[in-house]
């Protein structure tokens, strides 16, 4: 038998829609946060790939015109295969001084790009204000015989 409360509103049912409704609130961030997040990890991942395979390229070529061919040939690949557009290259040795790459030296490739978050629309710069940097640096010894053959 129910017992009669006057004060009392009849919530039968509610229950789903609080559900519901909570459920959205929440889940919409959620999926979001994930997109962006592999967003992020995709344009890492092409990064480290772009220096390390570049930087492998330049110390196995067998001269300075060879390097060149292949280091443009790599990043060329991995920037269509991670779909990164904006790519910036910086190339060292060391010990410093001297040309690079060259003979005996470490050369060491940077890589940097920028993430645009998804659906960030390019009004007043929005895209480029909420864009996250990326860098990575890979290094790789060179023969001391490089750019004798």
Not at 125 to 140: H, K, N, R
Request: aromatic content about 4%; proline content about 5%.
């Amino acid at each position: 038998m129910r017992r009669w409360r006057p004060w009392a509103k009849d919530e039968e049912g509610s229950a789903a829609l609080e559900f519901i409704a909570a459920g959205v609130l929440l889940l919409v961030p959620l999926v979001y946060l994930v997109i962006a997040l592999g967003a992020v990890q995709e344009q890492t991942l092409g990064a480290e790939a772009a220096a390390r395979h570049t930087a492998r390229a330049i110390s196995q070529a067998a001269d300075q015109g060879a390097a060149n061919a292949r280091a443009e040939a790599v990043l060329a690949s991995v920037r269509d295969e991670y779909g990164m557009s904006d790519v910036d290259v910086a190339l060292s040795c060391v010990p410093a001084g001297g040309a690079c790459p060259r003979a005996g030296a470490t050369v060491v490739v940077t890589v940097s790009t920028r993430v645009t978050l998804p659906f960030m629309p390019p009004v007043a710069g929005l895209d480029q204000l909420t864009a996250i940097p990326i860098e990575a640096s890979a290094a790789q010894k060179t023969s001391r015989l490089w750019g004798a053959g």
